[in-house]
């Protein structure tokens, strides 16, 4: 106990001595830091246009779609690799060294898997705002006379109906205002087009680069967008109403022929109820036959799901 009062009264008395040096030369430090921040000021501004890896480039992405990049790619690996260096401390106690790398490695890759579903859900969703979006914009566009600035931060007010897509805006809004290369225009309308992830959006996203590196007039191109967009709404529909009788067939008839199945085998051959369960679970046949029926129903199910909940785009 009074070893440990001893180290506390210690750190104590030395952070007060520190904080004490530190109050009584704080402009020299601060001129020392600046210094120091000025002598690199070359090397951060090689480093700040140099071309990325593709994976830091792809993590950049990511990250700046799915979290606003509050967190940089180079942290995000650095906590992958903490959680697999963790896993693997731990799994080794009980299991092989291979198995052990095989669970660490899966654990790893989760934080990056729960970004990529979060992005294929935003992806999605910002997809169907396109036609709201897009009719804002060049609304938005046109009152303020053409100004492209005005237009984007007009557009990222309005989330009554497109949040996504608004708040998107605003980030590359603040993105582009903070900067006049060229390189890093294209990086942040790369970012919003990305985020889409279609090709209203990057369409979108080349315009507004046209408008804010050239000056150049896109009410044309804005409304060619919106056409096009108003006419893959029509198809949309159209696909819905075509692929409806097939979903009804799957959902609802295929279950309803099984049960009426064991509705007849029951009933007309003969069969007792627990002598069908255990044909159908406790038989080699009969298990591997109601395994692929329902794994193809579930197939079926998937498919519609990706025929009918397709990103809206044209």
Not at 63 to 71: D, F, H, S, V, W
Not at 188 to 205: D, E, P, S, V
Not at 234 to 250: F, Q
Not at 294 to 303: E, I
Request: charged share 20%.
């Amino acid at each position: 106990m009074r070893e440990a009062i001893a180290i506390l009264t210690g750190g104590f008395l030395y952070s007060a001595i520190l904080g004490g040096y530190m109050l009584l030369f704080y402009e020299e430090i601060v001129g020392l830091s600046r210094a120091f921040r000025v002598r690199s000021r070359l090397s951060a501004a090689r480093k700040r246009y140099r071309d990325e890896d593709a994976m830091t480039r792809h993590l950049d992405m990511v990250l700046q779609a799915t979290m606003g990049g509050a967190i940089k790619s180079a942290h995000f690996i650095w906590l992958c690799g903490l959680l697999f260096f963790g896993v693997c401390v731990v799994a080794l106690r009980s299991m092989e060294a291979a198995s052990a790398i095989a669970a660490a490695f899966a654990c790893a890759l989760l934080p990056y898997t729960v970004l990529r579903i979060k992005l294929e859900i935003m992806r999605k969703k910002s997809s169907y705002e396109g036609e709201a979006f897009v009719g804002n914009f060049l609304s938005a566009y046109r009152i303020s006379s053409c100004n492209i600035f005005e237009a984007m931060e007009k557009t990222g007010k309005s989330k009554q109906k497109t949040k996504s897509c608004s708040e998107l805006m605003v980030r590359i809004l603040l993105e582009i205002r903070g900067s006049a290369n060229h390189v890093e225009i294209s990086r942040a309308t790369g970012k919003f087009a990305y985020a889409i992830n279609t090709n209203w959006g990057r369409m979108l996203a080349y315009n507004i680069k046209l408008a804010v590196t050239r000056g150049t007039n896109i009410s044309l191109a804005l409304e060619d967008i919106l056409i096009q967009l108003r006419e893959a709404k029509a198809a949309c529909e159209e696909r819905k109403r075509v692929n409806a009788e097939a979903a009804r067939i799957v959902k609802f008839f295929i279950p309803a022929l099984y049960c009426l199945s064991v509705f007849m085998s029951v009933r007309q051959v003969g069969i007792s109820l627990e002598r069908y369960i255990y044909n159908q679970i406790f038989t080699a046949q009969g298990f591997m036959m109601f395994t692929a029926a329902v794994l193809l129903f579930v197939l079926n199910l998937v498919l519609l799901e990706l025929v009918n909940n397709q990103q809206f785009d044209y």
